[in-house]
């Protein structure tokens, strides 16, 4: 109900109840029966309105039920001008999983979760790295495993694609040979 209804006991005087008793006399039969069927037309095209848009919004919607212990990404809602997790502008995530979690609020509607679904790529493997004292490591060149000249103005420069310790082989990088062999001689024969 209308909150001056609610408050009041009545519905209020407006032209959707134009047909209230007494109502007729003052303004005519014919001009209250008139108003009353353009009103209860405009309900009709609302009300199909509202159904015809909810038919569309339904077809995205599923009932979503978890059970204790699954896995679950949270939606990280929207809003502008906030920066969250680190990261702002097109590159911030969409969802995020449980050790970011952060400054997140732990109260949310369960329509901001979407079930995770295990994929063996998901699992990260690493390596343990030994750190200095001062939080840096060293890394070392593993292998040399290609070779190219590169023509750079006048000049040409020979660059070698070297395999770096902690790092696969698509990380590997090109770097100027003459450095590499002065740096690293044990690995050219």
């Known amino acids: 109900m209308a909150p001056y209804e609610a408050l009041y006991g009545r519905k209020c005087r407006s032209p959707f109840y134009w047909d209230e008793v007494g109502e007729r006399q003052v303004l005519g039969p014919d001009a209250v029966?008139?108003?009353?069927?353009?009103?209860?037309?405009?309900?009709?095209?609302i009300k199909e309105a509202q159904d015809r848009h909810k038919s569309y919004a339904d077809v995205r919607r599923t009932d979503l039920q978890f059970q204790a212990g699954n896995r679950?990404?949270?939606?990280?809602?929207?809003?502008?001008g906030i920066t969250r997790f680190g990261v702002k502008g097109k590159l911030k995530p969409r969802f995020i999983g449980p050790p970011s979690?952060?400054?997140?609020?732990?109260?949310?509607?369960?329509?901001?979760?979407?079930?995770?679904?295990?994929?063996?790529?998901?699992?990260?493997?690493?390596?343990?790295?030994?750190?200095?004292?001062?939080?840096?490591?060293?890394?070392?060149?593993?292998m040399i495993?290609?070779?190219?000249?590169?023509?750079?103005?006048?000049k040409s420069v020979t660059c070698v694609k070297v395999l770096w310790s902690n790092h696969g082989h698509e990380e590997a990088t090109w770097e100027k040979e003459d450095q590499m062999m002065e740096l690293y001689p044990e690995l050219f024969p």
């Open 33 to 45: 029966e008139e108003m009353v069927g353009i009103v209860r037309q405009i309900r009709e095209r």
């Open 145 to 154: 495993f290609d070779r190219k000249i590169q023509n750079v103005r006048n």
């Open 101 to 142: 979690r952060g400054n997140v609020h732990n109260i949310f509607h369960v329509s901001q979760l979407r079930k995770y679904v295990f994929n063996p790529k998901h699992v990260i493997h690493y390596e343990e790295v030994t750190l200095n004292p001062d939080l840096s490591y060293e890394e070392r060149p593993q």
């Open 72 to 80: 679950v990404f949270l939606k990280v809602s929207p809003s502008k």
